[in-house]
């Protein structure tokens, strides 16, 4: 599991993440309303949509929550435009970043998340800058409950590339083509299927220590708590007695 990923799994374990739900309830939001504006608002019409709804509901986002969402995105309520984003950047060590957000201004999103690299030894960057460095794929969580042996039979025999633990989870990862297949035959297995997405996994990994390490994981921390971001990809990895040492140097 990436560095960041296990870093995330600490502050959790910690109370440190997602104690302001409204911010996740707010990402869900643009997300569903931007799914069905592109697709209309049936789910049964729209895979992403089902995706969408299905991370919101994953998170305990209310259904009338849900049924606003939809609506605002397909015009039924009247309510701000959102577009989708992708910035691209560098970080501490030579690593790269992929942001992707949701904004209704750019040039004040852009503005806001140059200051935050600039202040984290980092570089907002060009089209180009990281995209090289990742490769997209399906992104599915199952519950911790199954068994390593439950997830070969049913994931990987379907074409999964690849999966992994974070203790409290498993995360498989697919091709894209394949995502909505497997997601079927791991619910044919009688497997709780959590969350579908679309990630950006990296072709290679860096490993981070030290200060760079610090720095690294608090620049992923500031771009995460920025409203217009919703999902921030790097491409370092930290070892687990760093991640250790930098969760009780903090507090």
Same mark, same amino acid.
């Given at each position: ?20 739900? *409204? ?10 309303? %931007? ?18 709804? +299905? ?14 969402? %939809?609506?605002? *995105? ?60 990742? #490769? ?14 439950? %997830? ?8 999964? #590339?690849? @999966? ?8 498989? @990862?697919?091709?894209? #083509? ?16 959590? +969350? ?36 921030? @990809? ?11 040492? %930098? ?5």
């Amino acid at each position: 599991m990436s560095g960041h990923s296990k870093w995330a799994t600490i502050k959790r374990k910690k109370g440190a993440v997602d104690a302001a739900r *409204g911010k996740v309830f707010t990402r869900h939001t643009r997300e569903i309303a %931007i799914a069905a504006r592109m697709g209309g608002g049936d789910p049964g019409g729209n895979a992403r949509l089902r995706k969408a709804m +299905s991370a919101a509901k994953a998170d305990q986002m209310p259904n009338d929550r849900i049924d606003r969402a %939809i609506k605002r *995105g397909t015009g039924e309520i009247e309510g701000v435009s959102y577009e989708e984003v992708l910035y691209e950047g560098t970080g501490p060590g030579g690593t790269l970043f992929l942001v992707e957000g949701t904004t209704d201004n750019k040039n004040r999103t852009v503005a806001e998340l140059r200051k935050i690299f600039d202040k984290h030894n980092g570089s907002l960057g060009t089209s180009g800058t990281a995209a090289w460095a990742f #490769d997209r794929k399906g992104a599915l969580v199952i519950g911790g409950a199954a068994t390593e042996e439950q %997830i070969m039979e049913s994931a990987v025999e379907a074409g999964a #590339d690849d @999966y992994e633990n974070d203790g409290e989870n498993w995360t498989v @990862y697919t091709p894209v #083509d394949l995502m909505e297949e497997i997601g079927s035959a791991v619910e044919a297995a009688k497997l709780q299927l959590v +969350s579908s997405k679309l990630v950006q996994v990296p072709k290679t990994w860096k490993e981070l220590r030290g200060r760079e390490a610090e720095v690294g994981l608090n620049l992923v921390d500031t771009l995460d708590e920025h409203d217009d971001v919703a999902t921030v @990809y790097v491409d370092f990895d930290v070892p687990e007695e760093e991640l250790r040492r %930098i969760a009780s140097e903090q507090g």
